[in-house]
């Protein structure tokens, strides 16, 4: 390891220390604040880690994530909270393999269909099952932890989180993943077995968004299905990793810290066009940064140091 | 000798169209072997069939006793067939050597770190290639993507190779050398079975040829008598050359 990178770990490290020591300088608000920033930063990470390389645009994030949410409403007074968030990932897990063993054939824009009616079947399944098993539309969780409790679970997810994609770029499933997103033909000729690499990298990122979800869940003490499974999420993780570059190990939190704190504000002060700003932003996103912030810098620097 | 790729009955049908129609012939190891015929006369297809890129209708491919029919692509990449293509496919957004790497890294030998890179750059050397290692793909021009094309082939320490085009707009100085390349493959024990139409090649590199037309095989024997065949002549220049 050189001096360069020594550096770059201790100041990861230090950065995470002092995020960690949040609680003590920061109120109420913040911590509220912290939390939506560090669930967002894993869910978008979490998404470029199978969407990013693949370019399989995925909007299932909030079927994962509301999955994860109802474990814990469901499970929460009968499990001891460890075994609970343990049930959620293998939840999670089965899914995202039933789900990629069915769907990973698909691609393009049959992707992105499949994917966002997959979010609407499973609300509409658990909203079914409420209604005529439980008879209850809406559950309460009762679990006795704090925001502080919230927050570190999330922060410590979203630093296990970028290390696996650290990780898994310098791989040989990400230069597998990087072969695949360029041209499966020359990746099936390479001999990469690209059905297996894909299910992999999807069933990891959906356990991570799986366990984003049971770990807010608790936050809002009362879950239904329209609350948790509500595909802005889905959008929002999408925007946040597109902005900032879903090919770079930074490029989701880039994107998922600004666009976090910009939406925050917008839904404060402008409550009833909230959805048309959103719309529009990810238009702007799309149309004007297609890979995304540190990609477009990096070619202003090029660009800089050419002439 | 002894036969290493045997192709019997290999039949393609898109629809109604018949592609490929029973084809068969075989390969002895180290031998180069062109596989010629007019345009649209089956010969990409043969080799889409081979390479497991496209499933044949009919027929069956063996390479070393072993049947390849029915495998899937990577499958058959690992088994020791690798090959370029027509219309040249890179991977634009990897480097130069990553190109390379990602044959080592998936292939037969399965090589990773500086091992793998190492390797790279001896196969982009071979092709005249290394001192691009470090550009994206996508800025090498055409000439040199073919040329990055076969060092991944090669990465892959194939036991046949496959070459569709791979000497086509080549000028004559590459030509040249891109013709002691592929020899130079068939001396190290490599089987090359390549489809082409630039013929001084043809008859430099292929102790053998297998002509088709329209996806029948008309002629398979040594070059130079194949060339000769009537109907060989008929295919390619029409009845009144014949």
Request: cysteine-free.
């Given at each position: 390891m050189n001096a360069k990178a020594i550096a770059a770990w201790g100041i990861a490290a230090a950065v995470l220390v002092a995020l960690a020591f949040a609680p003590s300088y920061l109120g109420p608000y913040g911590i509220g604040l912290m939390i939506g920033i560090a669930g967002y930063v894993t869910l978008a990470t979490a998404w470029a880690l199978f969407s990013g390389p693949t370019r399989y645009v995925s909007l299932a994030t909030v079927a994962f994530f509301g999955i994860g949410a109802y474990t814990v409403a469901v499970l929460s007074e009968s499990l001891p909270y460890p075994l609970v968030l343990l049930a959620a990932a293998a939840i999670g897990l089965v899914v995202a393999l039933v789900v990629g063993l069915s769907t990973l054939r698909l691609a393009g824009v049959y992707f992105v269909i499949f994917t966002f009616g997959l979010a609407e079947l499973i609300r509409q399944l658990v909203t079914w099952y409420e209604v005529n098993v439980t008879g209850t539309l809406g559950r309460y969780i009762f679990l006795d932890l704090g925001p502080e409790d919230i927050y570190w679970q999330l922060l410590a997810l979203a630093a296990v989180t970028l290390l696996l994609a650290w990780w898994i770029g310098r791989s040989r499933i990400g230069l597998a993943l990087k072969v695949i997103g360029d041209d499966e033909v020359v990746a099936a000729h390479c001999g990469i077995d690209i059905a297996r690499v894909k299910l992999a990298l999807f069933a990891l990122s959906a356990v991570i968004i799986t366990l984003v979800g049971a770990i807010q869940a608790p936050r809002w003490t009362y879950v239904e299905p329209a609350i948790v499974f509500n595909p802005t999420i889905s959008f929002l993780t999408l925007i946040m990793a597109l902005l900032g570059g879903a090919n770079r190990l930074w490029g989701p939190l880039l994107g998922a810290v600004p666009l976090f704190l910009l939406f925050e504000w917008l839904s404060a002060n402008f409550p009833n066009h909230y959805s048309i700003i959103l719309g529009l932003l990810f238009i702007a996103i799309v149309f004007v940064l297609p890979k995304g912030v540190l990609a477009f810098t990096e070619k202003l620097w090029k660009r800089g140091r050419a002439r | 000798m002894t036969t290493l790729l045997e192709i019997s009955g290999l039949t393609k049908q898109f629809g109604g169209l018949t592609a490929v129609d029973g084809v068969t012939f075989s390969m002895d190891k180290g031998e180069v072997v062109g596989l010629l015929g007019p345009n649209g006369s089956g010969k990409t297809t043969v080799l889409n069939m081979v390479s497991g890129l496209l499933p044949p209708t009919r027929g069956t491919v063996m390479l070393n006793g072993e049947t390849l029919t029915g495998l899937s692509p990577n499958r058959i990449a690992l088994k020791g067939v690798a090959r370029t293509f027509q219309l040249v496919r890179i991977l634009p957004s990897l480097s130069v050597l990553e190109n390379v790497v990602a044959a080592l890294a998936f292939g037969r030998r399965r090589l990773w770190g500086t091992v793998a890179r190492d390797e790279a750059l001896a196969r982009l050397e071979q092709v005249g290639l290394a001192d691009r290692a470090d550009e994206t793909a996508e800025r090498l021009t055409y000439i040199d993507q073919k040329r990055m094309e076969l060092a991944r082939a090669l990465a892959a320490d194939p036991a046949v190779l496959l070459l569709d085009?791979?000497?086509?707009?080549?000028?004559p100085t590459e030509l040249r050398i891109g013709i002691d390349l592929v020899a130079s493959l068939g001396e190290r024990g490599v089987t090359v079975l390549l489809v082409e139409h630039v013929m001084d090649a043809v008859r430099a590199l292929c102790g053998r040829c297998v002509v088709m037309n329209a996806g029948k095989t008309i002629a398979d024997g040594r070059t130079a008598d194949v060339l000769a065949d009537a109907e060989v002549v008929r295919a390619y220049l029409g009845a009144e050359h014949a």
């Open positions: - | 085009e791979w000497l086509a707009g080549l000028n």
